[in-house]
């Protein structure tokens, strides 16, 4: 049975990989879980993902065609929030692109740029998921939340600090510099969605075009002149 479920699992997931190398991987992927999975990653700049290190994603069913890959859980966020490239959090500006700055270059960077390039149904599930962010409050639910979690382990940062003396006693202004960093980071982020991608996005297609009527005199020789700038004559329309 253990050798039937790792050859079977080693079988799905290069399935998955040439897919994805192939540009032909919607039917395999909950695109849905794609989005919110690369979200947390993008907002938080977590690098770990271009190594890749703790990338977890699964089937419920591996024995099931039908069952899609769902990407999650996240975890391990230690090297996010500009940690990997300065040592500090909310330290470097957070206006980078996270598959296109500086990092590392391991196969999880080719993955994850192959997996947005080659769908435009991820890409219109990532724009959704930042969209309903930006627009429904989720920024500013996260910024609250941000508060309250200080306010609880406040006193327990004091007792760490006074019996390790590393790090520091106010965490409070942790905690505001990191708001800081996350909205502008938001706020980049979602300003340099291509709006293409937008799902509820509108595409004009007039059907009756204007179009200028070509003019020809007798001879049939094309002119120029703007039909209602023509003198009195006869001509070929």
């Known amino acids: 049975a253990a050798e039937k479920f790792y050859t079977t699992l080693y079988q799905e997931f290069n399935r998955l990989t040439r897919a994805v190398k192939q540009g032909d991987y919607d039917n395999l992927v909950d695109l849905h879980s794609l989005a919110t999975?690369?979200?947390?990653?993008?907002?938080?700049?977590?690098?770990?993902?271009?190594?890749?290190?703790?990338?977890?994603?699964?089937?419920?069913?591996?024995?099931?065609?039908?069952?899609?890959?769902?990407?999650?859980?996240?975890?391990?966020?230690?090297?996010?929030?500009?940690?990997?490239?300065?040592?500090?959090?909310?330290?470097?500006?957070?206006?980078?692109?996270?598959?296109?700055?500086?990092?590392p270059e391991g196969s999880g960077l080719k993955f994850f740029q192959r997996l947005f390039a080659s769908s435009r149904k991820a890409r219109q599930a990532y724009y959704k998921v930042w969209k309903e962010f930006m627009t429904k409050g989720g920024l500013?639910?996260?910024?609250?939340?941000?508060?309250?979690?200080?306010?609880w382990i406040r006193p327990a940062v004091r007792e760490d600090f006074a019996m390790l003396h590393h790090g520091t006693d106010n965490y409070k202004e942790q905690a505001e510099t990191l708001k800081l960093w996350l909205q502008k980071r938001a706020e980049y982020?979602?300003?340099?969605?291509?709006?293409?991608?937008?799902?509820?996005?509108?595409?004009?297609?007039?059907?009756?075009?204007?179009?200028?009527?070509a003019v020809y005199s007798l001879g049939g020789k094309a002119i120029a002149t703007p039909a209602s700038a023509l003198p009195t004559g006869i001509y070929v329309i």
Do not use: C, M
């Open 140 to 151: 500013e639910r996260l910024l609250t939340f941000i508060n309250d979690y200080e306010a």
């Open 37 to 103: 999975y690369y979200f947390v990653f993008d907002l938080t700049a977590n690098l770990e993902l271009r190594h890749p290190k703790s990338v977890y994603l699964y089937k419920e069913n591996l024995f099931d065609d039908a069952s899609k890959w769902i990407f999650g859980p996240v975890w391990d966020f230690d090297w996010a929030y500009g940690y990997e490239n300065s040592g500090q959090f909310g330290a470097i500006s957070p206006e980078f692109d996270l598959l296109d700055s500086p990092g």
């Open 189 to 213: 982020i979602y300003a340099h969605l291509d709006a293409a991608d937008d799902p509820d996005g509108l595409l004009k297609i007039d059907t009756h075009p204007k179009t200028t009527p």
